[in-house]
Nanobody, 120 residues
Framework: QVQLVASGGGLVEAGGSLRLSCGASGTFFSIGAMRWFRQAPGHSRELVAGITRDGDTDYADSVKGRFTISRVNANNTVYLQMNSLKPEDTAVYYC??????????????WGQGTQVTVAS
């Protein structure tokens, strides 16, 4: 099993920055792709950014040039640096990790979510 714990959310004024972190722990063989999703009230969950174990990244168009995803494989942690924040970035942010367990089972683990609020 893999547990993900996200942190770093909070309240920030428009134009400000936040850095989210999400660490994976538990018993597993490896962690593959890690991603950040977000869900705003009244909206469906959307993919914000993803990063492979090799460091290849992809971003939603709405955050390109403002957000940067990174990871440290040694401690199975993914980060999301968010700059030039806008009120429309307000949402609960969730991290995910594609985990491979001993024995070969693979599944996607979800973190508990961290609230990001951007005041106008």
């Amino acid at each position: 099993q893999v547990q993900l714990v996200a942190s770093g959310g909070g309240l920030v004024e428009a134009g400000g920055s936040l850095r989210l972190s999400c660490g994976a722990s538990g018993t597993f063989f490896s962690i593959g792709a890690m991603r950040w999703f977000r869900q705003a009230p009244g909206h469906s969950r959307e993919l914000v950014a993803g990063i492979t174990r090799d460091g290849d990244t992809d971003y939603a168009d709405s955050v390109k040039g403002r957000f940067t995803i990174s990871r440290v494989n040694a401690n199975n942690t993914v980060y999301l640096q968010m700059n030039s924040l806008k009120p429309e970035d307000t949402a609960v942010y969730y991290c995910t990790a594609a985990a491979t367990l001993h024995g070969g089972t693979t599944y996607t683990s979800w973190g508990q979510g961290t609230q990001v609020t951007v005041a106008s």
